[in-house]
């Protein structure tokens, strides 16, 4: 234990949670790193230790109470008391509605919201004690609709509904929430999309910048930076609010 601040980041196996876990990690966090495989963590678990900081891998589902209550049970004892969560771990299981499952819906409503769910619900006793706590969790530009994202626009606007009313229930304690809400950001996620399509990634990266003002697709150092600001100690008077990082504005 020591008196360094613990944050909990989910989905942080790769893409935009590796990138986050790795800067809160240099902000001066210690940091669980947790995905659904273990093993999978350890590579931003030595990034971090590389870079002289500390991190543990954890291995859980978010959308799984058990798995969830036993991971922030380990993180307390082995880290300290998660008072920084980031809700990142996501799934796309796109479709048009026609032909959209009643499981392709499930299964993104059980990770990104009951996820998200389930994960501030276990570690809100940890903030409340310690008079302290930032939540972030990653919405979307999706959340204002997008073609093929029925489930996934619908739960990244429910996140952006629960973190408001975390702000409102928890800011008595200390505690804020906030989502971020990327755009375009060049990930795994997003070049899986590409597949899907049928497109090369470099061609809807090419496609997606050219729409994009600041004529780039993001990267998830650029989502980590916004994170870092509202997990600082410096961002207690910005609560509820959904910061949209997509290098322009959206409508
Ligand atoms: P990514 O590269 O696909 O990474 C997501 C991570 O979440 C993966 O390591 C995945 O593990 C993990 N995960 C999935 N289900 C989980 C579960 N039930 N429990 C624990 N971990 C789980 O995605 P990304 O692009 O970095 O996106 C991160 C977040 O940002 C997501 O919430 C996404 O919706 C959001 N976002 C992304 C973009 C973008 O353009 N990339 C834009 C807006 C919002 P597995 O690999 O084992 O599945």
Redesign the pocket.
Known sequence: MTDKRTALV??A?????AAVAQRLAADGMNVAV????ES?CEQTVSTISAAGGRAIAVG????DEDQVASAVDRIDEELGAPTVLVN????LRDNLLFKMSLSDWRQVME??LA?AFLMTRAVQGHMVSAKYGRIVS?????ALGNRGQAN?SSA?AGLQGLTKTLAIELGKFGITANSI?????K????AATAARMGMEFEELIASGAAQIPVARV?Q?EDVAHVASFLCSEGAGFVSGQAIYVAGGPVC
């Open positions: 989910t989905g196996a790769r893409g935009i949670g947790l995905d659904l495989d999978a859980a589902d978010v959308s990142n771990a996501g799934i990770v990104h996820g990653m919405s979307s530009t999706a996934y990244k809400a990327p755009g375009f950001i990930t795994d996620m997003t993001g998830p």
